[in-house]
């Protein structure tokens, strides 16, 4: 499984990570879906609604579906989603387990730990696991 980033957008998410530190931050992507191979093309930044934004996120059920039909009216597929772990490390925690609800849809993670780092995961509706991030 591989997600194909290009390369500003890698740099979006990372930049909208580092402005919204302490606090997670959150969006969707859209794109091309595919079950081996998805291809993002865009990302639409979301507020994040979570009771406790530095340790969570939550995108709220309106502005979810709203972003939810922009990705359809601009002519793109869902891809997945994007976080940001402020303080944390470049893996899924168990909140983010507990908060997936797209089985076989990439979850972005951009860490900002030591150095701005990026991976994804495919939620299997059980777990995660790792795909291949490729930057063009």
């Known amino acids: 499984?591989?997600?194909v980033l290009p390369g500003d957008l890698r740099d979006g998410m990372v930049e909208h990570a580092r402005a919204g530190a302490p606090e997670e931050v959150v969006?969707?992507?859209?794109?091309?879906?595919g079950e081996e191979e998805s291809v993002a093309e865009r990302r639409y930044p979301a507020e994040n609604a979570a009771a406790t934004p530095?340790?969570?996120?939550?995108?709220?059920p309106a502005e979810e579906l709203e972003l939810l039909e922009r990705v359809e009216d601009d002519g793109f597929d869902v891809v997945g989603f994007?976080?940001?772990?402020?303080?944390?490390?470049?893996?899924?925690?168990?909140?983010?387990?507990e908060l997936a609800a797209w089985p076989r849809y990439s979850y972005v993670i951009v860490s900002l730990e030591v150095e701005p780092d990026l991976g994804s995961w495919r939620w299997t509706g059980?777990?995660?696991?790792?795909e291949r991030v490729e930057v063009r």
């Open 1 to 3: 499984m591989t997600l």
């Open 27 to 33: 969006g969707v992507l859209g794109g091309e879906r």
């Open 54 to 60: 530095e340790t969570r996120y939550e995108i709220a």
């Open 82 to 97: 994007y976080h940001s772990h402020p303080r944390g490390p470049l893996a899924p925690s168990e909140t983010d387990a």
């Open 126 to 130: 059980e777990t995660f696991e790792r």
